[in-house]
């Protein structure tokens, strides 16, 4: 399989270069030249098998050559013995059509770990065996951070630097970052908010010669292999409810665009999804999107769904992409509009497009609290408040077929604002209970590229 940038003018790569690449050098993601197809006998052949054979036949065919099937299955086997649910990602029903899809049973509680323990796997297997090392950079609103931390901590080919926004993570969030006591690993606090910290982290991508002499490598979901390792949890969901005979829909609680896209990959794969709807918090670039056509930053309100706090979606453009008949050209106006004008406007065409594809909603934080304090009464689940965003956009986007939304985090990382919801403190399982009590480490610094390039190479 090879891969080519959204913008166009970026070198194809294989699966391997694009997944310790990141971001492409001419600014663009990387996207698969092509979907692989997997037919109706493919997916229900998928029925009952364990999560790990599900996940080797999905993404097999984007990973190629890179691994050996033997190899790569024991990269996959190794990625999920630490989730403590059989199942790794279980459901469990909330109504009559209506089911959760638990993606919090890794080590860090969010479902940023589905993706970044395999990428862990994956970035070790390959480094070990050409020699390399490599420097990890990654921005995180507060559950990619940690998940890249737990997945990378003491591997011997791989330094890792977390950038977060000073003051507005959760503390169990920070703390998952700051605690690992592995020295390879290095939670920065900057000053600024999510959509800075992701900027540096760009215009470091875009700094070739920093990126060239510290050989920088991405975890951040615009890492194709990320949103790769996400489709796989929509197909374990559809063939669970019936798929293939069955069209299901997902409502997927949503901020960088990564996990809805791993949905429409499943869909572009052959998965009979019936809607994808797009759950955004008050910070909602996204659905404002949907319904008018412009695609317009705003500044970031900080909600008690941080993970979400989010103006530019980044994986929003592979989307674009496609709906711009993959006109690397047409992506890299719309990214200069954007990067100049603050905005852009989508084509008719390219709108329509979208809303075949896509249905929308919002959640206001009042909405949200009252979204967990009514799934508690109703159903006994006590819920996150990225995942009572989805439950309460779910409701109103409900349509005939099954509706599955997406439970992105453990409460326990949120329980400031889930005890205010339903006056339950939720606890953290018992394998994290000392967290409050381990000490941290971080470095604070300013938002500013030359103060972070200088940092991250003195501590090299
Ligand atoms: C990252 C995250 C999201 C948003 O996912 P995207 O892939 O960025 O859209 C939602 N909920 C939680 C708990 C998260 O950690």
Redo the contacts with the bound molecule.
Sequence with gaps: MRYISTRGQAPELNFEEAMLTGLARDGGLYVPAEWPQMSADDIAALAGLPYEEVAFRVMKPFVDETFSDAEFREIIQRAYAGFDHAARCPMVQTGPNDWLLELHHGPTL???DVAMQLIGQMFETSLKRSGQRVTIVGAT????GSAAIEAFRGLSSVDVFILYPHGRVSEVQRRQMTTPVEDNVHALAVDGDFDTCQALVKDMFNDLEFRDRVRLAGVN?INWARVLAQAVYFFTAAVSLGAPARKVSFTV????????FAGYVAKRMGLPIDRLVIATNQNDILHRTLQSGAHEKEGVAPSISP??DIQVSSNFERLLFDLYDREGSAIAQLMDELKENGQFTLSQGALDRLRAEFDSGRASEEETLAEIRLMAETTGHVI?P?CAVGTKVAREAHGSAPMVTLA??HAAKFPDAVEQACGIRPDLPPRMADLYERPERLTRLPGELSALEKHIEGTL
């Design positions: 969010a479902f940023k609103s507060g559950d990619t979901s609680p949503t901020g960088n665009f990564g996990d809805i993970s979400m996150c990225h992105t985090a």
